[in-house]
Structure formats: structure tokens, C-alpha cells
């Protein structure tokens, strides 16, 4: 579908960040004629081979905000080996502790970069602007409408403003202000290695089974997660270590304009970019696996030699952000956000807050357009007022959940990592946790609530 984005439609959007979270909001609002720029700070598009799993929620909320979405998923996602995460004690025994079902064809795993590479052929050229990273907002113009200023010196303007930009969101610290600290994530005492082996030598290191589907490592404060990506031809590995120290970045600087999605390597706290990710090594995971089983280590045996980055898990569970909008202007995804990555989630809940966005936006537009040029009052008060309605809207439905799935990852990782007090031995309290864990996240009436989004904007329009 064209849009003309200067046309007759009562809203533009200016989206911050082409992540998941972002593309899938443009493709959203595309599919609902909304027009939409998306502001990207990459000089054009380049993403780190990180593998991904997407949730049956993640599916559904796929189809809701786009059929091409999902479609552009099934072009990239790899069949399961086996339709069960499946966890194994990684210290002892070597041996199967529960199989939680996925769903058939649950969870299935891509490649980040292949996923978003397909997102963005669905959008018509020149809508996402490459080398757009925003600096500040300014509200004040006499249209109501929004300034956004980019570091290049140039700026654009666009009546609602949605922060995609991720974990260090600058849209964020804009709403809230630079010195709240809920405008800046806290680290969660963990870091890992992440790698992609060939898959010829993940077979040597751990046989054709348990190269064929996810598994994962239990073990005392550290854990391990693998599965195939790329149609087989790769393992994708990643080591999880707890740290009972603060983090210590290797120095401090800029923020790394060229970085993006998963690619963490600044972060803003208290105020101040520090370095985001240490220099680590193969020695280091191994040394914190000393004692492991050997099928576990043979797995940390597969990251590459020489240094490796160890990359700080970071989330908002301390200070979280009261609402995740403000006028017309708000967050989704990461940026509003940020859980660690143990319940593979978070790609999952920004897809699902680009259908709230997406419809809750429409509607609005289309509450505007009810109103005519003769509409109640000055037509860009009234819009902004309809816009801040559905903003409203989309936080207080998305808050509960979302800032629920921060704290739940914390208890998965510490039923990973053993640090409950049964140290990992109840396998059936293990198997009844982790369960309800992940049902909560997967099993989520995505209609259900967003029929009820519409109703509540309905009832505010009125
Ligand atoms: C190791 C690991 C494994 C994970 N595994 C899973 C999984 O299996 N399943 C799952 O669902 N989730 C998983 N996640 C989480 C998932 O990757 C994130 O939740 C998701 O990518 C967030 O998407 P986003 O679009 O909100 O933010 P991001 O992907 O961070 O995208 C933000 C975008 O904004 C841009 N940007 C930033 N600042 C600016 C600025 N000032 N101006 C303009 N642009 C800007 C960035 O360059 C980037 O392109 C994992 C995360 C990690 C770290």
C-alpha cells in the first residue's frame, strides 16, 4: 500500500528505531494507512547474526499486526527439531530434567538479522530514513505538532512520537528526563558469550541429537542455551554467568552511532554512557564452568578463541518508568521495557505492543476524521488530544504484562542458575515454575485484550 505521508490522513508517526519493535509498528500502521517515517541512527542496515525464538503469542501477534509480518517469519524461521524446550542438569548428570511442550511448532528459532531483513522489504522505500539518530523533542510548536532533532542537524516533525529505540531508548530519557533513573537500565548480575558455531563442529562436541534442537544447561549460577539457526547450518550458543560484582565497563565514551538491537555495547546510567560490554574470553566461560559435566563445557569449548565480548544483561526492573507514555509521545518494546533474555520474550512483547499501537492510533485517526474540519475545537488541540488518549490507552493495557515479564525473567534465570533454595534438586518444583512462566507469556488472549484496548478508547473519544 502507498501512503502519502504529507497527505489527507489526521496523523503522521514518527517512529524511533528500526528494531522489531519499530518495523513492526511501521508495517502496522502501513497495513491501517497511517502514515509513518521511521528513524533509524544505523547508516543502513546491518545487525549482528544473533539467533532468536518467537513465541506462539509472538505468531499471533505477528498475523494481528500484519499478515506480512508473519510472512515475512515463516520465510526466515527454522522448523523444531523437537516441538519441547528441553532442560538438562549441566553439572551432574548430562541428564534430562523436564520437557516443557512448545506447541507444534512452537518457538521456532531465525537468525535477528534475517527476521528484520525481510521486515523491512515489506515497507515502501524511504520510509525508514538510515543515519537518523534523535538527539531531542521539542513540543512546542504552534501546529501541536512534534519536532524531532536528529545528531546530523536535521529534523522532522510528526503529531505522535513512539520511542522504538531499544534497551538505552533516548526517547526515554527525553520523556522522563536524563537524571530519573528510571530512564536508565540496571544490570542483572549476569553476562554471557554468545557465538554461532559452525555446525560440523557442534556435532563433534556434542553429537547430531543434541545439536538438532534447543537445549538447555542447568547449572550452579551460570547456565547454557543451544539451538540450530540458519537452516541448520549453525549452533547457536549462549553462556550465561552470574557476576557478584557491579559491572565494570572497560571505559567510558560515546554512544556507538553504527550499534543496533541486540548489539549492545553502550549504555546510559546515571546519567553517563559506559561501555556496555567487556573483553571475555573462552578461559572465562570455562572457568565458570569449572566442575560442569563435560558435555557442558564441550559446548563453552565451541566459542571462538582469542578475545570474545562478554555482554552485560541488562534490564528496567529497579526503576521502572510509571506510565510508558506522556502527551504524545511514548515507548514500546525495549525501550519501554527492557527484561533479560531468559524467557525469550522480548521481541515477542514489542510485536505485540506494535498491534496495540498500531490499532489504538488508527482508531484515533479515525475519530479525527469523524470530527471533520468543523470538529470540536481547534483541530490540532483536538488531535493531540485524541493521539494522547490512545497513547493513554496502549500504557495502561501493556503496563501489567510487560513489567510483570521483567521480574518473572529474573526468577527464570535464578530457577536456571540454581540460586532458589532448593539449589536446582526439585526437578518437579522446577518443572511446575518454569511452566507457569512461560504459559503466562504464551498463552495470552492477544483479541481478548485488544477488543478491550478499543473499547476503553472508545469510551474515552466519546
Ligand atoms: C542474548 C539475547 C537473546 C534474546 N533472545 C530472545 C528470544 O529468543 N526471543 C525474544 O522474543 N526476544 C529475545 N531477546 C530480546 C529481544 O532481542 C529484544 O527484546 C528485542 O530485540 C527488542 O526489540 P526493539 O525493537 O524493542 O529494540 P532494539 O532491537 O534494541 O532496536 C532499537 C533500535 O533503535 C535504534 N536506536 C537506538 N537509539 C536511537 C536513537 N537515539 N535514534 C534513532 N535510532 C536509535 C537502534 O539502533 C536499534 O535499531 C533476546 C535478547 C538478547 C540480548
Same mark, same amino acid.
Given at each position: 500500500?502507498?501512503?502519502?505521508? +504529507?497527505?489527507?490522513?489526521?496523523?503522521?508517526?514518527?517512529?524511533?528505531?528500526?528494531?522489531?519493535?519499530?518495523?513492526?509498528?511501521? %508495517?502496522?500502521?502501513?497495513?491501517?494507512?497511517?502514515?509513518?517515517?521511521?528513524?533509524?541512527?544505523? =547508516?543502513?542496515?546491518r545487525e549482528v547474526g544473533a539467533g532468536i525464538g518467537?513465541?506462539?503469542?509472538?505468531? =499471533?501477534?505477528?498475523?494481528?499486526?500484519?499478515?506480512?509480518?508473519?510472512?515475512?517469519?515463516?520465510?526466515?524461521?527454522? $522448523?523444531?527439531?523437537? &516441538?519441547?524446550?528441553?532442560?538438562?542438569?549441566?553439572?551432574?548428570?548430562? =541428564?534430562?530434567?523436564? =520437557?516443557?511442550?512448545?506447541? !507444534?511448532?512452537?518457538?521456532?528459532?531465525?537468525?535477528?538479522?534475517?527476521?528484520?531483513?525481510?521486515?523491512?522489504?515489506?515497507?515502501?522505500?524511504?520510509?525508514?530514513?538510515?543515519?537518523? +539518530?534523535?538527539?531531542?523533542?521539542?513540543?512546542?510548536?504552534?501546529?501541536?505538532?512534534?519536532?524531532?532533532?536528529?545528531?546530523?542537524?536535521?529534523?522532522?516533525?510528526?503529531?505522535?512520537?513512539?520511542?522504538?529505540?531499544?534497551?538505552?531508548?533516548?526517547?526515554?530519557?527525553?520523556?522522563?528526563?536524563?537524571?530519573?533513573?528510571?530512564?536508565?537500565?540496571?544490570?542483572?548480575?549476569?553476562?554471557?558469550?554468545?557465538?554461532?558455531?559452525?555446525?560440523?563442529?557442534?556435532?563433534?562436541?556434542?553429537?547430531?541429537?543434541?545439536?538438532?534442537?534447543?537445549?538447555?544447561?542447568?547449572? $550452579? &549460577?551460570?547456565?547454557?542455551?543451544?539451538?540450530?539457526?540458519?537452516?541448520?547450518?549453525?549452533?547457536?550458543?549462549?553462556?550465561?554467568?552470574? !557476576?557478584?560484582?557491579?559491572?565494570?565497563?572497560?571505559?567510558?565514551?560515546?554512544?556507538?552511532? +553504527?550499534?543496533?538491537?541486540?548489539?549492545?555495547?553502550?549504555?546510559?546510567?546515571?546519567?553517563?554512557?559506559?561501555?556496555?560490554?567487556g573483553k571475555g574470553s573462552r578461559e572465562g566461560a570455562l572457568?565458570?564452568?569449572?566442575?560442569?559435566? $563435560?558435555?557442558?563445557?564441550? %559446548?563453552?569449548?565451541?566459542?571462538?578463541?582469542?578475545?570474545?565480548?562478554?555482554?552485560?544483561?541488562?534490564?528496567?526492573?529497579?526503576?521502572?518508568?510509571?506510565?510508558?507514555?506522556?502527551?504524545?509521545?511514548?515507548?514500546?518494546?525495549?525501550?519501554?521495557?527492557?527484561?533479560?533474555?531468559?524467557?525469550?520474550?522480548?521481541?515477542?512483547?514489542?510485536?505485540?505492543?506494535?498491534?496495540?499501537?498500531?490499532?489504538?492510533?488508527?482508531?484515533?485517526?479515525?475519530?479525527?476524521?469523524?470530527?471533520?474540519?468543523?470538529?470540536?475545537?481547534?483541530?490540532?488541540?483536538?488531535?493531540?488530544?485524541?493521539?494522547?488518549?490512545?497513547?493513554?490507552?496502549?500504557?495502561?493495557?501493556?503496563?501489567?504484562?510487560?513489567?510483570?515479564?521483567?521480574?518473572?525473567?529474573?526468577?527464570?534465570?535464578?530457577?536456571?542458575?540454581?540460586?532458589?533454595?532448593?539449589?536446582?534438586?526439585?526437578? &518437579?518444583?522446577?518443572?511446575?515454575?518454569?511452566?507457569?512462566?512461560?504459559?503466562?507469556?504464551?498463552?495470552?488472549?492477544?483479541?481478548?485484550?485488544?477488543?478491550?484496548?478499543?473499547?476503553?478508547?472508545?469510551?474515552?473519544?466519546?
Amino acid at each position: 500500500m502507498t501512503i502519502d505521508p +504529507e497527505g489527507e490522513a489526521p496523523f503522521k508517526v514518527a517512529i524511533v528505531g528500526a528494531g522489531i519493535t519499530g518495523i513492526s509498528l511501521a %508495517i502496522g500502521l502501513q497495513a491501517r494507512n497511517v502514515p509513518f517515517a521511521v528513524y533509524e541512527r544505523a =547508516r543502513s542496515f546491518r545487525e549482528v547474526g544473533a539467533g532468536i525464538g518467537l513465541s506462539e503469542n509472538a505468531e =499471533r501477534a505477528m498475523t494481528a499486526v500484519a499478515p506480512s509480518v508473519r510472512e515475512a517469519f515463516e520465510k526466515v524461521a527454522m $522448523p523444531n527439531g523437537e &516441538d519441547y524446550f528441553q532442560w538438562v542438569d549441566g553439572f551432574n548428570t548430562d =541428564r534430562l530434567i523436564f =520437557r516443557l511442550h512448545v506447541g !507444534d511448532n512452537g518457538f521456532r528459532g531465525c537468525r535477528r538479522s534475517d527476521f528484520l531483513e525481510e521486515l523491512i522489504k515489506v515497507l515502501p522505500e524511504g520510509t525508514v530514513k538510515w543515519g537518523k +539518530e534523535l538527539r531531542s523533542i521539542e513540543e512546542d510548536s504552534p501546529d501541536g505538532r512534534t519536532t524531532l532533532v536528529f545528531k546530523d542537524g536535521t529534523d522532522a516533525r510528526a503529531d505522535i512520537v513512539v520511542g522504538c529505540d531499544g534497551i538505552r531508548s533516548r526517547v526515554r530519557q527525553l520523556l522522563l528526563g536524563e537524571q530519573d533513573p528510571a530512564s536508565h537500565a540496571g544490570y542483572t548480575h549476569k553476562y554471557c558469550f554468545r557465538s554461532l558455531a559452525p555446525m560440523d563442529e557442534a556435532l563433534k562436541a556434542i553429537g547430531p541429537y543434541r545439536a538438532s534442537t534447543r537445549f538447555m544447561y542447568n547449572g $550452579p &549460577d551460570a547456565h547454557i542455551i543451544t539451538y540450530p539457526v540458519a537452516e541448520g547450518s549453525v549452533l547457536n550458543i549462549v553462556v550465561f554467568v552470574t !557476576d557478584t560484582n557491579p559491572w565494570h565497563p572497560n571505559s567510558e565514551g560515546e554512544s556507538n552511532a +553504527e550499534n543496533s538491537g541486540n548489539n549492545i555495547t553502550t549504555i546510559s546510567t546515571g546519567g553517563r554512557n559506559v561501555t556496555h560490554t567487556g573483553k571475555g574470553s573462552r578461559e572465562g566461560a570455562l572457568s565458570a564452568l569449572e566442575g560442569w559435566h $563435560p558435555t557442558a563445557r564441550a %559446548i563453552a569449548g565451541l566459542l571462538p578463541t582469542g578475545d570474545i565480548e562478554k555482554w552485560a544483561v541488562f534490564d528496567m526492573l529497579d526503576h521502572p518508568a510509571g506510565s510508558y507514555a506522556r502527551g504524545t509521545t511514548c515507548l514500546a518494546g525495549d525501550a519501554a521495557h527492557a527484561a533479560g533474555p531468559h524467557l525469550g520474550a522480548g521481541a515477542g512483547f514489542g510485536i505485540e505492543d506494535a498491534v496495540f499501537l498500531a490499532t489504538l492510533i488508527a482508531q484515533a485517526a479515525d475519530g479525527v476524521k469523524a470530527d471533520g474540519p468543523e470538529g470540536k475545537g481547534e483541530l490540532g488541540t483536538r488531535k493531540n488530544e485524541l493521539a494522547s488518549e490512545a497513547l493513554r490507552v496502549y500504557s495502561d493495557v501493556r503496563y501489567e504484562r510487560t513489567q510483570w515479564l521483567i521480574g518473572a525473567t529474573r526468577d527464570a534465570v535464578a530457577l536456571f542458575q540454581w540460586q532458589k533454595d532448593d539449589r536446582g534438586a526439585d526437578h &518437579d518444583r522446577f518443572a511446575r515454575e518454569i511452566t507457569r512462566l512461560f504459559h503466562k507469556i504464551w498463552h495470552y488472549d492477544l483479541d481478548l485484550e485488544v477488543k478491550q484496548a478499543r473499547a476503553k478508547l472508545a469510551g474515552r473519544l466519546t
